[in-house]
Structure formats: C-alpha cells, structure tokens
C-alpha cells in the first residue's frame, strides 16, 4: 500500500482576505520550501502573486482541492519566524489580514508584479474577416509569435490605449491573458576601471609613461585613473571622468588601446561605514543614575519608560544602552515618530557608532529599502533608526528596542490597515526576541503612565536639565487685548520678543498648525465659504501655488473672486496659515533669514535634513513651521518660542484633547533655552483661563495626569477601557447610516452599555463618500474584547452578504487616536 506524503502549505499573500490561503505543494518543490520563502500561486482565474509560506502540514483541506505552488522564487527565507509571528498577532489584534499586514511589511521589490501577456488561442479556428483592422493586426501577430505583451501590442498599434482591442479579442476567442510575475529588485551596477594585466608591474607602467607621445587628454585621464587608485582603492568611472575632465569618448581610447579594463559589477545602495564605535561624552551624575536605574527595571521587567524633561540628555542615555548590546553583537531598533527627527539624530548617532547604524523610512527608494531588509536579514547592520515602518525589518537577534518620543500620534498609523500603534506592537514584537523596550518621553501618553502605576512597565525620571539648563519661562498672551475687528497672527509682546532675540542674535522658532496662507475664506456680502466638492471641509487658499486645496483628498481648485451664492466679489480670508505667517514676519522683520517648514515646503528625502542644518548653522534666524519643529530637535541658539494660535490646539472635539495640547506646547516650549541661557516661551491665547495652560506654565505633566485620570474614569476613556472605533463609508449617505444601525442592532443585544452611537463624525464626507461611526468601549478583559472582535467581524460578514450593503466599507480602528 502505497504511503500519501502530499505536503500543504498555508500562504499569506497580499490582498484583504478573511483568512490565509492553503496550496499543494508538488513533489519536485518538498525539499526546497520552508515558511518565509516567497512562493508563485495562482488565485481565481489566471490571477498571479508571490505569497509567503506561513507553514507547511500534511493534512488536506477536507472543503476544497487545493492548488499546486507553481514556482518557488527563493533559495532561503526572506524573513525570520518571529516576522511570520509578529505579523499573526498584528492581524488578529488590530483586526485585519495578514496579506493586509505583508503589504505594509514587505518591500515593494519584494512584492513581485503581474505582467499581462496575451496567448494565442490554439484551440479555435479564427475568422479573420469578423476583426477589424487594429484586431486583425494584433491577432496576425499572435498567430505568428504565440504570446504579445501588452507593451508590445501598444508598439504594434503605435497608441497606448489598446484595452479595447484587447478586450474584443478575449471575448472571440482569439487569445486569453496570462500573467507573468516579474521580479522588480534589480541590483545596482557601477563600471569599474582596472590596469590592465600588462601594465600592473611599476616597470612596464613607468615605460608607458615615459614614452607617451600623443593624446595628452588621455595621459592626464590616466594620471587621473592612478591618482584614485592609490587614494580611494578602488576607481568607478564616473568619478574618474569627474576627476579629470574627460570625456567616455576618451576613457574608450585608453581601453581600445589595452592599456585599462572597464567592468560591470554589482555595488551596494546602502554603504555601510566605519563599523567602530567612538562615545567621546560623560554622563552627567543624573543621567548616570538614570542609566543605571533602567538598567536595574529591565533586570524584572520587559518594558521601561523613562520620563525625561526636554533636553535632559535622554539620548545620551540611550547611546550607553545601545553600546551595551553592541557589545554582545546584538541588533537594536531605535523608532521616531517622524522623518523629520531622523535627520538630526542619525547625524548625532553616526558620531557615535558610525556604519553601524542605518536609517529606514518611507522617503527611501523600493531597491534602497530592499538592501537595508537584507542587510538587517543577515545581522550585518547592528543599529537602525526610524520611523513605525521599521517595526516590520526583518531582525536577526533583536535586543532591545527604543520608542523616544513615545506619546507622539504618528506612532499610529491611520490609513491603510493595519492600522497598528508602533509603540504598542514594538512591545509585542520586543517579547518574541526577549528584548528590552524603553519608552521615552518628556510628556508620556497617559496609557504608558497610567502602565507605571499599575507595575506593568518600569518608571525612570530624569528631572534635571544637561548642563544644569534651566526650564523656559512661559508666558502668556491673552490676545483679545489686542484684536481688534479682525483676527490677529501677532501681538505687540510677541513680535517685540522675536525683536529683542534678534537683536541678542538669537533663533526664533514660531508654531502654527495650519499650512498653506489661509485656512479658508468667506464672502462678507452672504457668509458663503468655498467647500471641496468631494468633501465637507473649508478649502485652504495657498498663496505661492495660488489655488485652493482640500487638505483632506488633495483636490486643487483655482482662487474664488466671485461668490456663488450672491455674486459678490468680496471676500476676507480668515485666520493664517503658516505661509501667511512666513509672509508677514518677512514685513516685520525684512533683514531676517526665514525659513517654512511644514508639508508644503520639505517633501524631498533630504528637504527635512537641508532645513535643520540651515537652523543649526544658525544660517536663518526664524524657523516658522507646523508639528515638524516641535519634537525633539536640539537647537542651541533659540532662546525664543511663539505659539501663534494656542486656541486652536486647544478646541479640538476629543478626549484626548488635553492631553495631546499640553504635549504639544510642552514639547515646542522645550526647543528654547539650552545652557546658560533661561529660554521664553510666549503662548498666543484668548481662553487664558484654561486650566491646561497652568499646567504647561509649571511644567507640571503630573498634575496634568491627575487631572485627565479623574476625568476618564469618571467617563469610561483609556486607560480604563479599551475603544474599538467602526467607520461605515458609502457613497449615499442614508446606506451609510442604515449599515451603522444593522451593525449597532447585531452588537447591542451582547454589549448593552458599551457601544456609543451610530453617529456622523465632525466631518463627515470625505473624496465623496458619507462616513458614519460607532463607538465601542470595553472593560479592559481580554475575553470580552476577543468575543467583541469575533462579533464585529461576523456582523461585517452577514451585512456584506447583503446586497444593498455590499459595497459599504467598514473601517476597524482598534485603540483609535
């Protein structure tokens, strides 16, 4: 009798399915795959992907035949188990798929893409006379070549549209389409020049030189050629054609002649440095002890957060960390909220441990972001520093994991799924290698805190100041003293403050959370406001581009001079955005050097790094900008911090609201004053008496935490429960509404008291599609929160089977900001 040794595996490939695909794997492939290897399958008809081996077993799905693998596309795993891991929890908590998870994980270079081609259909007999004459001439071709690609059909016609020829062809039977995955890494090549094999021994080189005659471009081409060589090692040929002047034309004369040799090989994107560490600094006795305090929790616990005020020298104290594990050839894994941090700091770290450490963000190019994937696959790159999507780099022996800044909202990620906070999976991802994670923050989010209490995390202060700095002054400015009939952007304090810093030849650094030059504006005649027609928002008027913008879906409109109600042509632009500040401080202050930085002005992957040094060469005087020049960045100079418009941090519609408004004018405060110099803070505001501005003006994050804990418990927010957030979006709204309320009616009757809602968010119609929430919040029990998410999950199941709400999309958004 004959022994069944058929193999299975299950497959993650990147699409939102419910749950993992399985595949037969054919005999010829049982000795090669393994889970983490990327595979070729096909889905549905003739559909392709590369997928990754999850697991291999032995039983056969009992419900379906599975599908053989048809390909196998790598010799070794492109990822570790504890990847495969992280990305199943990441699934199963944040509720989405695991392809879902491998969209965001993987490299797009990773990610192969389908090429349609089209086949020649044997098996029918084609009636030429039936086609017309872009189909016939397509068809004559794939009679004689077998198989076009789409590419060259477009050639053949000589126009890029050709979907309906195609398409007319499938549905006679002339060709059907396949596709062919095509793998889109491809290594960089550079072209190396060499002596040839003649001319290496010094006395056969020095006998062609001193008997050259003609050509002296190609003599000092040479001179040039052997100049590098001594000096680099190694000569690439365009920075030898730099060096001397010269031309390929003549580079090709001394290789026709034998006397060099040009080769192709492959070369790195990412060059690593210098792989020796150099720490030149001392800690101070409080960072010592600081130091050693983290050192003592991770002795008991995973998790440590270290609530350092602004400028403390947190991160000389995570450098010694870092060294430590260096030291036992470990890998570690330092996170920033935004891009615009790692500029500054990788200069900072690379002093410190030179080409150990790599960055990894989204600016980085698809073939750059596949060599660093490799590169941390393998161990070889010890350090890498940046943003959430590092999280997924696939490292080897992980031992400890740093998210500074670790209350920032760009922790979490909002759109596309998963939509995962970076500093709660860092602590997951942390305990598959057994690593450390240390949390740091001058103004900790209230979970983290509210996690110390409770003896979940360890808790470290770091209370003084490097350099025995001082804390700034902050002051503030109740500017309904000073408005008149209009809005103001600066009152007489204010600019007399950025006067003096000037004049003391001191930075300026002023903060406004609004791009573009006008938040909207509004006809005086009627009070109509241009909205985006695909959205429910005001437009924002950017005066160097001269359009409206939606900063919602991007839609650019031209300005408005005439009112479409009334038809009036006067118009008043309200409030100011950070361009309009930019402008007026170039009246106020003509022989400043100001520079902007927000969205608008740094969208390059080196825009952010250029703008900072710019400001630590103190070669601009003002730096005007939005979140970007709050967090984190280290500037000695500024002795002067403006918040334009307190007001408007301070009014959002969230629970979170002052929470997120002390942080934000905490952390702007903490850019002033460095050294011997007591920095100012001056913060614009018209409700003065908000009790969140007493908090700011002591410093006082306690007082702050006290004050938020009474208010959450008292209505059922975190740190108490746990949210889960439902989006229905439709393109009428009442389908929208309606799905909300099947949802609330499945829900309710196993969560009474927890759900809030349905109700339509603030806004609440964005790129044309009518958005309605339900709010579910649960008492922090890991069952009922399972049982919750298995709930929603088949009321999504049931609703969608329905086809009036078919094409409702359901956004889950667990633990929402």
Known sequence: MEIDRSLFAEIIIPLALPKNYTWAIPEHYREVVQPGIRVEVMLGGRKKYAGIIKKIFAEKPEAFNPRDIINVLDQEPILHAEQLKFWEWMAGYYMCSEGEVMQAAVPANLKLSSESILIWNEERSINFSDLSDNEYIVAEALELKKELRISEVQNLLDVTHVYPVVKKLIEKEVCYVWEELKEKYTEKKQTYIELAPAYRNEDQLAELLNNWSKAPKQMELLLAFLHLLKTEGTVIQPELLKKAGASVAQLKGLIDKGILIAEKRSTDRIQLGDQNSNISFTLSPAQEKALAAVQQVFQTKQVCLLHGVTASGKTQVYTQLIQEQLDKGDQVLYMLP????????????????????????????????????????????????????????????????????????????????????????????????????????????????????????????????????????????????????????????????????????????????????????????????????????????????????????????????????????????????????????????PDAKIARMDYDSVKGKNDHDALIKLFEQRRLDILVGTQMVVKGLDFEHVNLVGIIDADGILGFTDFRVNEKAFQLMEQVSGRAGRKDDLGRVLIQVSNALHPVLSFVQNHDYDALYRYEMINRKEFGYPPFTRIIQLIFKHKEKHIAEEAANIMMGGLSPHFPKDISGPAQPVIDRIRNQYLWELLIKLPKDMQRISQCKQMIMQQAAILHANKRYSAVRIIVNVDPL
């Open 338 to 589: 935004e891009i615009a941090l790692t500029a500054q700091m990788i200069r900072r770290l690379q002093e410190y441990f030179g080409g150990q450490i790599a960055i990894y963000h989204s600016k980085f190019n698809a073939n750059e972001r596949v060599e660093i994937w490799n590169k941390v696959k393998t161990g070889e790159i010890k350090i890498v520093l940046g943003a959430r999507s590092a999280l997924f780099l696939p490292f080897k022996k992980l031992s400890l994991i740093i998210a500074d800044e670790e209350h920032d909202n760009s922790y979490k990620q909002q759109d596309p799924a998963p939509r995962y906070h970076a500093r709660d999976a860092a602590i997951y991802y942390g305990s598959l290698f057994q690593a450390k994670v240390l949390l740091g923050s001058a103004t900790p989010s209230i979970e983290s805190y509210y996690n110390c209490e409770q003896d979940k995390f360890g808790l470290v202060r770091l209370t003084e100041r490097f350099g025995d700095a001082k804390l700034p002054r902050i002051e503030l400015v109740d500017v309904k003293k000073y408005q008149q009939k209009v809005k103001i952007a600066f009152t007489e304090p204010l600019l007399e403050a950025i006067r003096l810093s000037l004049e003391q030849q001191k930075q300026v650094i002023l903060f406004q959370n609004r791009r573009g030059y006008a938040p909207y504006q509004i006809c005086n005649t009627c009070g109509w406001i241009p909205e985006c027609q695909n959205c429910d928002v005001t437009l924002t008027y950017h005066k160097f581009k001269n359009k409206l913008t939606c900063h919602y879906c991007g839609t650019h409109y031209p300005v408005i001079h005439t009112c479409a109600a009334c038809g009036s042509h006067d118009f008043t632009q309200k409030n100011f955005g950070t361009e309009q500040i930019e402008e007026l401080l170039n009246e106020y202050f």
